[in-house]
């Protein structure tokens, strides 16, 4: 017996075992004996090649192989019957053509055992080929393949620059992301780092990005800058996300050109800080304005009333007499009144008390006019430390309340006003509530006309603070401002700027600009 031969084993058992195995493998098995001629093969086999059992059975081999291919087959075939290998497994002759009966061919893999069975007869070799049909997979790789295609066209056509790295190695750019650098082609940015095209400064922050979304797989967003080969340097934003591979190792970058953007919101910054500080030049000019006639109308016409009514006292005093006394008595009580006009329109415009006493006998004596004007009842809470405050500071919290007092009589209808200003570390806040109407829901437009929240917020932005609006849970409206107790207003001018429109209202119960 050959030294490779398998041991004695009853015909009959060997064929009903090999039977039981080919009818339960999935894939194609066919025997074949030492002419190359098919003594078995499976239901797999069969339903592989479009052939019944009647037309398989003695077929020779060569047949399942197209006609061009037959001769370089049987080669292979010799040689493996004169290697003395028993077996050949899959992948080392690579892909084979098929044939079916249909007479169309087919890739598939094949593996070839060799075994020999000791028969009465003697010693009989049968070779068997396991086969795998791989039209579906080459199928299903040409659709991938095509996919792929589409896929990269769609990146390469896209108007906005991508690149795809791998261990910061470009390995993919489109053509716009290579006109954004300044390259003629986008093959001539793959294989560097990006760190060669981004600026310096751009180095750190995109690092830690890339190392935060390896970490948690997510999309980042991170602004720097890139230089172009001409050197000239485009501001960009990029949009980073890991690819879904095993190591998470690709990265893809979507990269805009956000240069002229940027431009544009600094002209528009520095507009808004020049409109801003001609607006605090204004406000600051109207309330020296309003200081000086104030002033005149307390020192000069003041004083001047007060004594041409103590000379017409003084004249009805000498001449009690004269039947002129009842108009002198008309004319006093029109002097009074005109002197009470005078220090009551001095007082509007700028109450004396708040450069001689300080903020908050001038609130004091602002919230007793507005109880006695309208007759809704103020709460009020002033804290400590108020009086040394700067002149701007005093002034603009005033106004803020002038201005919030004057909302609430008209279109509040309350009964009641609390009032607080308080000093909190570095800041001040003024809170003011009423128990009226509140704001109307989901109104967010101004009415025509109506300048007052708008007023009051700019006031508080010339100082760098906050102003918050809202419905209170207990009903009625709410005004709650924050304001930095020192600050210069150059700062103050470029904080405020950083935002561009900062929300008036701080829930979703909005009222309107009034």
Request: glycine content about 8%; aromatic content about 4%.
């Amino acid at each position: 017996m050959p030294s490779n031969a398998l041991p004695f084993v009853p015909p009959s058992v060997e064929v009903l075992a090999e039977q039981r195995l080919a009818h339960a493998a999935l894939e194609a098995v066919i025997t074949v004996d030492h002419e190359q001629r098919i003594v078995m093969i499976n239901p797999a086999g069969l339903s592989m090649f479009g052939l019944s059992s009647e037309q398989a059975l003695g077929m020779a081999l060569e047949r399942l192989i197209p006609d061009r291919l037959r001769t370089s087959h049987g080669r292979h075939v010799r040689k493996f019957c004169d290697s003395g290998q028993i077996e050949r497994p899959m992948g080392q002759r690579g892909r084979v053509l098929g044939l079916r009966a249909n007479g169309e061919e087919f890739p598939m893999e094949a593996a070839i055992f060799k075994s020999e069975v000791v028969q009465p007869s003697g010693t009989q070799t049968y070779y068997t080929a396991l086969l795998r049909d791989l039209s579906e997979l080459s199928r299903m790789s040409s659709i991938i393949d095509q996919l792929n295609q589409r896929l990269r066209s769609v990146f390469e056509r896209a108007p906005v620059a991508i690149w795809i790295t791998e261990r910061e190695q470009v390995v993919f750019a489109n053509r716009a992301c290579a006109q954004l650098v300044g390259l003629g082609q986008p093959e001539q940015l793959v294989g560097r780092s990006i760190f060669e095209l981004l600026s310096p400064t751009s180095h750190e922050p995109v690092r830690s990005k890339l190392q935060d979304i390896e970490r948690d797989e997510g999309v980042a967003v991170v602004v720097g800058s890139i230089q172009r080969t001409d050197g000239t340097v485009r501001e960009v934003e990029l949009v980073v996300a890991t690819l879904p591979d095993h190591e998470r190792s690709f990265v893809q970058m979507v990269i805009n050109d956000i240069t002229q953007r940027s431009r544009e919101k600094k002209d528009l910054l520095r507009s808004r800080r020049t409109l801003r500080e001609l607006s605090a030049s204004m406000v600051e000019a109207r309330e020296e304005e309003r200081r000086r006639i104030a002033r005149e109308l307390h020192d000069e016409l003041g004083q001047r009333l007060t004594a041409l009514k103590l000379e017409m006292a003084a004249w009805q005093r000498d001449h009690p007499d004269m039947a002129g006394g009842e108009r002198a008595q008309l004319m006093l009580d029109m002097l009074d009144d005109t002197v009470a006009s005078a220090r009551r329109i001095a007082m509007d415009l700028r109450p004396l008390m708040l450069d001689d006493l300080g903020l908050p006998e001038a609130i004091d004596w602002l919230v007793k006019e507005f109880r006695r004007r309208t007759g809704i009842e103020v709460d009020t809470r002033l804290g400590d430390g108020l009086g040394g405050l700067a002149p701007n500071l005093a002034t603009t919290l005033y106004r803020i309340v002038q201005e919030a007092l004057t909302n609430i009589t008209r279109h509040a209808r309350a009964t009641r006003v609390s009032l607080a200003l308080e000093s909190r570390e570095q800041e001040l806040r003024l809170t003011i509530q009423d128990n009226g109407v509140g704001f109307a829901k989901g109104s967010r437009s101004r009415n025509p006309g109506s300048f007052g929240l708008l007023g009051i917020r700019e006031r508080v932005l010339m100082l760098g603070g906050r102003l918050a609006v809202s419905n209170a849970p207990e009903g009625g409206a709410r005004l709650v401002v924050h304001v930095p107790l020192a600050q210069p207003m150059a700062q103050v001018l470029d904080d405020n700027d950083k935002e561009a429109v900062e929300p008036l209202f701080e829930d979703s119960t909005r009222g309107s600009l009034d």
